[in-house]
């Protein structure tokens, strides 16, 4: 299962029971700040690779900010968070090579991590049991 499909999987939990970002604890509001500048990082990433007509992070970004319909302030924070996270990355890899890739990778498995986190919040707020810490288990561990 490829990384980018997984942190798509964990932003689509968030999605499934939207809580308004003015509604979050502020630990939460932080790691959706974290998952923008994530996503920011990942949109750069792709591109440097797949070309700069690549909106697959961008319209994920957008539909982050649609779902939580935060107050003004904070949607330009997330805002200013992704694209700070892109303008990091796109200087740090501007040609598409080894060093890229695993960068994509590593910020794949840090937003992965944040969204996950933020998932497992949202449902112990809401009463549910927390998701596994992966879904990837070892069928032997069972």
């Known amino acids: 299962m ?3 499909f997984l942190i798509g999987v964990c932003l689509a939990s968030l999605i499934a029971a939207p809580v ?4 979050r604890a502020p630990e939460d509001r932080q790691r959706l700040l974290d998952i923008a500048y994530a996503l920011g990082e990942s949109h750069a990433l792709r591109q440097t690779c797949q070309g700069e007509g690549d909106q697959y ?8 900010t649609e779902v939580e319909q ?5 949607d330009a924070q997330m805002r200013e968070r992704f694209n700070t996270g892109f303008a990091s990355r796109r200087s740090e890899y501007p040609i598409c090579d080894d060093a890229s890739r ?5 910020v794949a498995r840090k937003g992965q991590a944040l969204a996950l986190k933020l998932s497992q919040t949202m ?7 927390p998701a596994p810490d992966s879904v990837a288990v070892d069928a032997g561990a069972r």
């Open 70 to 74: 935060a107050d003004q302030a904070f």
């Open 123 to 129: 449902r112990e707020v809401r009463g549910v049991a």
């Open 20 to 23: 308004l970002a003015q509604e």
């Open 2 to 4: 490829s990384r980018p």
């Open 102 to 106: 695993k960068a994509e990778q590593a």
């Open 57 to 64: 992070w961008r319209s994920r970004m957008v539909r982050l």
